[in-house]
């Protein structure tokens, strides 16, 4: 299980949905069934492409689509899912297409896993967070009992094709949304990029189509960085963990506020928030430089605006105990003592992430130096 990378390749740039078709028309890859599945957006915006290609190829397959949203992380979506495919006499050697989104990565994923003990599936991202992030590194998942991917396998995926020119119809809030775990990266551990990242994402350019950013060079950057932290570690039992700074927090803030129904938060953006917080934390406990956190904070805050968040810890608890993290009752996180330098399996006092929380909701006024 540990060396990721030969059991998936990744298919970039313009080509790569062509290097996707070659493989699928071979029949020494002995694949029984073609089947996509879409959310109705992809649907609509991403599955011409591919239905034209495979169409072209005289490449037979079936197409499902559901719901958009985190909400279509569930086990209903999944019962749906699998019986779909029964009924088209899927088996082990047929391909579930993922077309969309992490959150259809992170779906199509966890039913591909389970079918018949594991059917095979490829993922076409076509969000910048599934390009960068969610389709990449064989963690797949659902959301259950109102808790953030609480089933799920690391399963990879037989190919990963990320191809730009999907991201030509992304609505702007989805893009931003991915700015947080690209600055998370660079914390991590490319330091030097943090201000790269500053003058690559545009903070203000009106996206519309065909008037999209260049984002080819950091995409590159991203998927490699991610790479290398889950090559030898698939299950997360220890480098990989670096990529879940900002994630305890974030993903409890993600659940808190999809259980309350009280505001809309993509995931980016809660974790834009837990990387805030977790930095403060991170300052308080280890020295993190104040300065930095403040530049970052405005950074992220500029690409994906600014949430009113309850400043008591004790609303998000019910989350924080069920995040996947923990050990032994303990809630963990993965901090930062300076760019570059992560330490995993940190406990943090309530009244600190309190503070960490007031500090967000402060901001800017609360700029550190
Ligand atoms: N497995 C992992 O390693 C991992 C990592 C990061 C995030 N995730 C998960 O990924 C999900 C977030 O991913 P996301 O931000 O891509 O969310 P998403 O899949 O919900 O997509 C965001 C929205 O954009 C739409 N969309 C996607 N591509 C489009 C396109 N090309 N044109 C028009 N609309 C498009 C979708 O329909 C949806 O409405 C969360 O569930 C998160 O937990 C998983
Ligand atoms: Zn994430």
């Not at 879409?38 to 915006?45: A, E, G, Q, Y």
């Not at 990879?156 to 992304?170: G, K, Q, W």
């Not at 105990?321 to 995993?344: A, H, R, T």
């Amino acid at each position: 299980m540990s060396d990721i990378q030969a059991r998936f390749q990744i298919l970039s740039g313009k080509n790569s949905l062509e290097e996707l078709i070659f493989y699928l028309k071979n029949k020494d890859n002995r694949i029984s069934g073609i089947f996509v599945l879409t959310d109705l957006n992809t649907r609509k915006h991403c599955y011409p492409r591919l239905f034209k290609k495979l169409h072209q190829n005289q490449i037979l397959h079936d197409v499902i689509s559901i719901q958009p949203g985190e909400a279509s992380k569930s086990l209903e979506t999944c019962d749906y899912l699998w019986n779909w495919l029964i009924k088209k006499n899927a088996d082990r050697s047929s391909l579930l297409i993922n077309l969309g989104g992490g959150m259809i990565s992170d779906v199509g994923g966890f039913v591909s896993a389970v079918f018949k003990r594991g059917m095979r599936f490829v993922n076409i991202p076509t969000s910048l967070m599934g390009q960068v992030d969610a389709s990449l590194g064989g963690k797949t998942g659902i959301n259950f009992k109102g808790f953030k991917n609480q089933l799920g396998s690391f399963t990879p995926p037989e190919f990963v094709v990320i191809d730009p020119v999907f991201l030509s119809s992304l609505p702007q809030r989805e893009y931003c949304s991915a700015f947080p775990e690209l600055m998370k990266y660079a914390l991590i551990s490319r330091p030097a990029w943090i201000e790269l990242l500053d003058s690559e994402f545009p903070e203000s350019i009106s996206f519309s189509m065909g008037n999209m950013p260049d984002l080819e060079k950091l995409m590159e950057r991203s998927v490699n960085c991610k790479m290398d932290f889950v090559k030898g570690d698939l299950i997360d039992q220890n480098r990989r963990k670096a990529l879940n700074a900002g994630h305890t927090i974030g993903h409890a803030m993600e659940s808190y506020f999809a259980n309350s129904k009280e505001m809309q938060l993509l995931h980016g953006e809660a974790v834009g928030i837990g990387l805030i917080v977790e930095l403060y934390v991170s300052y308080k406990m280890y020295g993190f430089p104040g300065k930095l956190l403040s530049a970052v904070a405005n950074s992220i805050i500029s690409r994906t605006g600014k949430f009113d968040i309850p400043m008591d810890i004790d609303l998000f608890m019910e989350q924080l105990v069920e995040d996947k993290k923990n050990f032994e009752g303990k809630i963990l996180f993965s901090l930062l003592k300076e760019p570059g330098v992560v330490i995993f399996d940190q406990e943090v006092d309530t009244a600190l992430l309190s503070e960490g929380l007031k500090f967000y909701n402060s901001f800017p006024d609360a700029q550190l130096c």
